[in-house]
């Protein structure tokens, strides 16, 4: 196991190595959850999309300061919000509704100095499912804390598969065109009020929301780094991602 100030070590060592000119690819890097009180943690599906579309990742371990949110992302070209725990209801005037909201203290800590940090930079980001209800927050937006129990009409949204209709020109349109896509589904909060300035852009046909999007952020519900392990399509929004950074 590498002690959290270990990689956060490495870490800048390969940013500062990248900024000298050394790594040409966009650099990404990617927040990760934890694992046990020690580990950080993260799929390898974020790594290996950001590498197939050409860009050159960095996991970031988790932070504690907001000088360390400043340093990394001074050296990155743009970040990667990935899945993970429930963002805490607190930050968004409520308490935990039920026993299926389960929080990490110390990753929301992390992931809200990196996404103010983000915003502060302008450099685009992309959010993924957590990710994607953690910048609406942090944007000044709400969440359902529970699909299930709050909207029981709505489809069933963890462990399957459904379509998601565009509502508007975004990037989905952009990349993929008008028509609807089919995506998976892993989660059980959703964007309730979207944050001031965001535009929704694509929805389930029960109404949730499954993309949204700012000048400086793309948002998806879904998990596209995990569908393109089966459907290289969804290699093109890495694609368009990166096309953002260079």
Known sequence: MIPRSRLLSLAL?????????RVSAPLVGISCSQSGTRSDALSRNYSEAILRAGGTPVIIPTLTTEAEAERVLARLDGI???G???????WYGEEPLNETVEVNASRDRSDSLLARAALRSGKPVLAICRGEQLMNVILGGSLWQDIPTQLPDAHVHRGVSH???????GFLTRIYGPDSLEVNSRHHQ???????????????DDG???AWETPQVW???FHPEA???DDARWLALFEAYLDRLR
């Open 13 to 21: 060592v390969l940013l500062a190595a990248c900024a000298c000119g």
């Open 208 to 210: 949730l929301v499954e």
């Open 219 to 221: 948002a998806v519900q």
């Open 163 to 169: 379509r998601i209709g565009m509502t508007g020109e």
């Open 227 to 229: 569908m393109l392990q």
């Open 190 to 204: 959703a964007v309730k009020d979207p944050a001031p300035g965001i535009r929704v852009t694509a929805r389930s």
């Open 80 to 82: 990667v919000f990935s």
């Open 84 to 90: 993970g725990e429930d963002v805490n209801p607190g």
